[in-house]
């Protein structure tokens, strides 16, 4: 699940030096937030104190920071002195309470290193005096621990965490794909595809069949009727504006997704026994789009100053959509060593990318049958089928599935 392992993406290493965080204090006192992530652990970072300190002297006293972790490299000492520096949000990784599942996702860790993570913090967070220390777990859900969700957040509630995020998994591995728990057909042409599969279930009919009969020359009756529905379906999705990818509505397994919404359901009881905020991803991508990012006047800082609107185009990768590998490269707006951060934010380009993200006017490519054609799926974006010039069609975060600390 991180892009640093797939040995295609090329992203450099750093740290972000004093001199750069300190160029973003002009930004501070209007954030609501300041999360320091990166591609890589918060807490090897030599001055990650020193930026929490920083950071909390000059945002507005309503705003918090905070930051996700593997949770391996705490201790009682280390807890205890970023409670002090100020810390008021931290979110620690966690995909099972299985020992053996543990360390087969996240290889290096263990379980253990989780349960003395959040004694350590606990700990702290007690001898805190004014804002409590929020404590959290995020779950990347996959195929092989969706049935494990509830124990986690059961685990999570008496460990003392008071949120806890669900988000899906981006692959960023041919091998992972079979792992992704979610479809990317979009909401409403799921909902027209079940309309059309009832219809033809009081037939008697099953339109599932379409892909074995529709070539064929010597239809039965039935068969010309399955061909009928699935080109009504084609037609009133072409009327309402819908994308289809006929092949992948068709194979949906409809077993997996009712068993995952059972799934949801009980972690939910499981969160409101244990006092836990839980927030869990969609299982298809929604077609009202919501990029919380541009939304939310979120902007991305890269250890060497470089300024990226989202999470999707921070970094240099290739992850995979719907089964179907996307290169994406970084979009950058400015250079802390060029500009202020200010006017970097409100530079005309910076503005106009906002504004057309805001427009929502680009494609649905991974519910498209053509995906990912050549204007989605390389790097060198230049525009979409639709001639809209961000490269947000193949983009998922703003459909609901992905979820983050922010």
Known sequence: MCVKQNGIGGIPEGSMSPETFERLSPAFPHLDSVVLNGIGEPLLHPHLEAFITRAKLLLPEHAWVGFQSNGMAFDDQRAASLVNAGLDRICLSLDTVSDNSFRSIRSGGEMKGIVAAFASLNRAGSMRRGRDLEIGIEFVLMRDNLAELPDAIRWAGRAGASFAIVTQLLPYQGGLVAQTAYD????????????????????????????????????????????????????????????????????????????????????????????????LPDMAPRNTRKCEFVEGNSAFISWDGNVHPCYFLWHRYACYVGGIEKQVKPWVHGNLRDGDIIAIWNDADARLFRERVLGYKFPFCYDCGFALCDYAGEADFEQDCYIERVPCGSCLWCTGLFHCLQ
């Open 184 to 279: 990317t057909n979009s909401t409403v042409a799921i909902a027209l595809y079940e309309q059309q599969r009832t219809k033809a279930l009081q037939e008697g009919l099953d339109i599932r069949r379409y892909l074995d009969v529709f070539m064929k020359v010597d239809r039965t009756r039935e068969e010309d009727r399955i061909v009928s529905i699935v080109g009504q379906m084609r037609n009133d999705a072409e009327a309402q504006g819908i994308t289809l990818h006929v092949d992948r509505l068709l194979k949906r397994d409809e077993e997996w997704f009712a068993d995952a919404a059972s799934v949801f359901d009980e972690a939910r009881r499981a969160a409101r026994e244990g006092g836990v905020d839980l927030k």
